[in-house]
């Protein structure tokens, strides 16, 4: 069986790379609503999908491609840790799936994308949202969030069972005790204390392989 290596990314402060425009239409801070299939926050929609997270460097092209992210939030000590895939029938690129997420930590209703603002027991983005509009109100632009991606060497190793490979390494590494994690939160500043960070991404078993990880922090 080959062995993957992984590349983990320094940590990076989220704004240093992306703008992160305000969403300043009027919500209570509390209140969704069914649309279709999905939740969704009930304010106006007044940010286009691409435009939830606009690069202003090089890091987006170089970085945010396959393979997997984690968002740190500083200020609530929750982390989040995800999958993009390259090889699936319909591939969603690390880039797009962070901007869905910020929508959904700053409960935006965003244009024309559908994106299900999800609540995973006991704590999921509506939480997070709800707790990050109570501290920051309509003025959100994600200062305390932290991203780390890590991308595969050779990404064509991960043709077969792609998805379940990246949901185990997702699995490993959503454990606070991990010394990937340990690694990272080492380079974000603050009191960061590992019994007090906990990740509130869903959990899927995954495909156990060998791997590596290797640290991209020169």
Request: glycine content about 4%.
């Amino acid at each position: 069986m080959t062995e993957i290596t992984y590349i983990v990314n320094h940590p990076v402060k989220l704004s240093d790379h992306f703008d992160v425009p305000m969403d300043q239409s009027k919500w209570d801070g509390t209140s969704y609503e069914k649309k279709g299939d999905n939740t969704v926050p009930v304010r106006d929609r007044i940010i286009h999908f691409k435009n939830l997270l606009i690069p202003k460097t090089n890091y987006a092209q170089k970085y945010c491609t396959a393979g997997l992210y984690l968002m740190f939030f500083n200020d609530f000590k929750k982390f989040y840790v995800g999958i993009a895939t390259k090889h699936a029938k319909t591939p969603e690129g690390i880039l797009k799936r962070i901007r869905k997420h910020r929508a959904k930590a700053t409960a935006t209703y965003q244009i024309t994308q559908s994106i299900n603002h999800t609540e995973e027991e006991p704590y999921g983005w509506r939480s997070l949202a709800k707790a990050r509009y109570k501290k920051y109100g309509n003025k959100d632009q994600l200062e305390d969030c932290y991203l780390v991606t890590i991308n595969p060497k050779d990404h064509e190793n991960l043709v077969e069972d792609e998805k379940n490979k990246l949901w185990f390494i997702e699995n490993l590494i959503s454990s606070n005790e991990h010394d990937v994690i340990k690694k990272i939160l080492s380079l974000i500043p603050g009191d960061n204390l590992l019994k007090d960070w906990v990740s509130f991404n869903d959990i899927n078993t995954g495909t156990a392989h060998k791997h590596e990880f290797v640290y991209n922090f020169g």
